[in-house]
């Protein structure tokens, strides 16, 4: 009992940084609606920030005068991100900014890496607090009891913020109704500022404060950033004693899992956060009115329709091209090209339940890395022919959406995002942990196509006429009845009802189609590259594709494909540069300011404007 206290005491100390970080990013979601990527970079340039002012400051004033510098220093480079970045594009859908912050990543990623260097900071101990002191005769670090006793007055020092200031007040009025609060004559954009500078200081002090039990690296960011969602959705979006609540549970699961199911360690959080939304969809102390639609991409657009002659022929020219490509270039701009068709189907298969559906998945990659880890584990295992293994792929992906979306579509939003996320993450587990049938880390090698198939040029073809085939499948769907049926219910869902519509029914047809289209793009991907591991199934995977979709257009059928293309296109020139994730991230962060519409939505919009002008001067 001894001993289980001090991992409990240990949990306690490990949720004092978690729960601010995470409450920082609870409080921008709550206010701002944007669905803040970047947070764990600030918690990141806390760390930095933080070890370089207590090298510089000596003893205990330097050291915690040192992490309140920190904090604010990272609230100031919030309020700048959130003015420069995030500001030009409250207007877009209320996910686009998702991509934004993700530019945001990248920038200080490269930043971070140009001010710091690549090697870990070791933090400095708190003076006064070196060593243990005994409970029950087990050792407990003392720096650990100063957090836990911290944690309480941070909590209360936020609560009495919120709940007895001016400035509370319109925060909390702003979380219920931000147009009513503008209406009132509250200046929304410096209150949004505000608030998005307190959470980044929040979670610059989450960064400082684990120094002397950790240190800084540049992967801090990643490492935080699923552990920070999960707390903040278990919790309830926007609830700062829910934060708590979860950031101390989470925390302390993660202690006993290391000490008695080592294997658990990766996922048990992810667990967690699925048990508590198929039982409690809103989280412990969420409330629906909260989460509202969050994930809806925006108003309802004009009425799509099928493509007129002008259209088709330019479709059609661009096939023949596509088509005659080999004769022309090299094999490795014929490689190249099946990459990006491959890319441009899974990332179809996203737009078709993202753009058509409305329905934001943070897991998508579960079904791509599947449908490949099911052909592959067919033919390192069995022996069976490449033909018969690739049919099973997107086979596996679909029944696995089906199984997915039993749970998922029951949510809406972020919280039917943060769900696929956390069965994507058990996936992925799987693949990482089970090494006596998928090898883990060091995947599965030789999964090569047949003879037939072994040449560039004959396997660009058979991509081609799969992946190029697949999007067109989906287009059709789309502008067949069940996709129409699939719209009213993402733009409507009660009077869809009333018409007779089953929404929840089409939803998981149309997330079950995704998923076999992505198992069809993962099936193409294996036996291209010969191999496939774990990265395919991780949250940046599915991230990649959903910001190919908002770079492209989510009001688009072609955004998904244009995103795509442009990706792979500018990733492949960047990454030839020493600091491309700075100049990757400020093409992401331009694209999303100038053309907030999309690349593709961009366009026709001015097309539009064209026309109209050109029939003015007709008249």
Known sequence: MAFLFAQFLTGLANASSLFLVASGLSLIFGVTRIVNFAHGSFYMLGAFIGVTLMEILPGHFGFWG???????????????????????????????????????????????????????????????????????????????????????????????????????????????????????????????????????????????????????????????????????????????PGAFIAAVL????????????????????????????????????????VAGEHGQVGAPETPIRPYGPTGQAVIAALLLVLAALPLVVDQFVLILMIDMVVFALFAASLHFILGTGGLVSFGHAAFFGGGAYAAALLVFHTG????????????????????????????????????????????????YQWRAVTRGDDGLVNIWPSDWLSETIPYYYFTLILGIGGILFLRHVIHAPF????????????????????????QYAAFALAGVMAGLAGGIFVFSKGS???????????????????????????GGVVGAGFMTMVEDWLTRLEYWRLLLGLVIIAVVIIAPEGIVGSIRTAWNKYRGTEEEIAK
């Open 66 to 240: 040192s992490i309140l510098l920190t904090g604010l220093a990272v609230g100031v480079i919030g309020a700048f991100v959130e003015i420069v970045v995030l500001r030009p594009i409250y207007r877009a859908p209320e996910l686009f900014q998702l991509v934004a912050t993700f530019g945001v990543i990248l920038v200080i990623q490269d930043l971070a890496l140009m001010i710091w260097g690549a090697e870990d900071r070791l933090g400095p101990r708190a003076p006064g607090l070196r060593g243990v002191w005994r409970i029950f005769g087990e050792p407990v670090p003392k720096y650990d009891i100063v957090l836990i006793a911290i944690t309480p007055f941070i909590l209360f020092a936020l609560w009495y913020l919120i709940t007895k200031t001016r400035v509370g007040v319109l925060v909390r009025a702003a979380t219920q109704d931000r147009e009513m609060v503008g209406a009132l004559g509250v200046n929304q954009a410096w209150l949004f500022t505000g608030v998005f500078a307190l959470g980044s200081a929040l979670a610059g002090w989450g960064g400082a404060l684990q120094l002397p039990k950790g240190g800084a690296d540049l992967l801090m960011d990643f490492n935080i950033i699923g552990a920070v969602f999960v707390v903040v959705v278990i919790g309830g979006m926007g609830s700062l």
């Open 250 to 289: 989470i925390s302390v699961l993660n202690v006993l899992g290391v000490t008695y199911i080592p294997q658990s360690t990766l996922v048990l959080m992810f667990v967690v956060m699925a048990i508590v939304l198929i039982i409690r969809p809103y989280g412990l102390l969420g409330r629906e009115e």
């Open 384 to 431: 069976t022919p490449m033909e018969l293994a690739f049919l099973f792929a997107p086979l596996a992906a679909g029944l696995l959406a089906l199984g997915i979306g039993w749970f998922c579509i029951r949510l809406t939003g972020v919280y039917f995002a943060m769900l696929t996320l956390a069965f994507s993450q058990l996936v992925w587990s799987l693949a």
């Open 483 to 506: 996709g129409y049926a699939l719209r009213a219910g993402r733009d409507s869902p009660r009077q869809a009802e009333a018409m007779g519509i089953n929404v929840k029914r089409v």
């Open 532 to 558: 496939v591991f774990p990265t395919e199934l991780e949250i940046a995977a599915s991230f990649d594709a959903l910001i190919v979709v908002f770079l492209g257009g989510v009001k688009t059928l072609a």
